[in-house]
């Protein structure tokens, strides 16, 4: 996975007004957990664009005093009207210890269900996964190309190498939708299976999966 570095500063105070006295001077008030102890630093808010204004999912190095500190966002405050960073905390990595953080789904290909006139809905930008710092992915990806109209693609259903997700099984990750396309005339782009699957789930309760997704569970 992709490393960012922020430049920090040991914090020696961190009453109200030191916080204060930082977040005026753009700085942002910091701590890593995970340690021997909490170390609380400050850091411009600058550094934190490549890694909060993205849609990459970045480990961090974070120097200070001459030392390097591997580490991975856990949270982060923002302003509710300005937006601006107020304060941000790290975990502190270790080789042999497991670490949770949000990955980005990336979808590849153009499912069936598309192509005969549905609509891809997906749930999840982000997915929550649990591994060794080693074994963090850059992204999930998810091939969408056999989902036909009706499917759905579930957690349990994605291949995983070295790590897990935080997340039930059953949780929908991708549907294919019908659509007024679909319902209207869209059978000319369909095959026989497409038309019938999208009779099928016309008739049922959108909640009510149809056989072949129970299958898929």
Known sequence: MKSITIQGTKRESVGKKSTKALRDAELVPCVVYGG????????E??????LVYTPEAHTVSIEVDGKTIPAVLQDIQFHPITD????ADFYQLSDDKPVIMEVPVRITGRSKGVVAGGVLRQSFRKLKVKAIPANLPDEIVVDVTPLRIGNKLYIGGIKTEGY??????????????????????????????????????????????????????
């Open 164 to 217: 897990s997700f935080m997340h039930p099984d059953n949780a929908v990750v991708v549907a294919v939708k019908m659509s007024r396309n679909a319902m209207k005339g869209g059978a000319a782009a369909m095959d026989d299976e497409d038309e019938e699957e999208a009779e099928e789930v016309a008739t049922q309760s959108p909640d009510v999966p149809t056989t072949e997704e129970k299958s898929a569970e």
């Open 45 to 50: 808010e600058k550094a934190f664009k490549g």
């Open 84 to 87: 601006k960073i107020l304060h």
């Open 36 to 43: 021997e102890a909490p170390l609380n630093f400050s850091a």
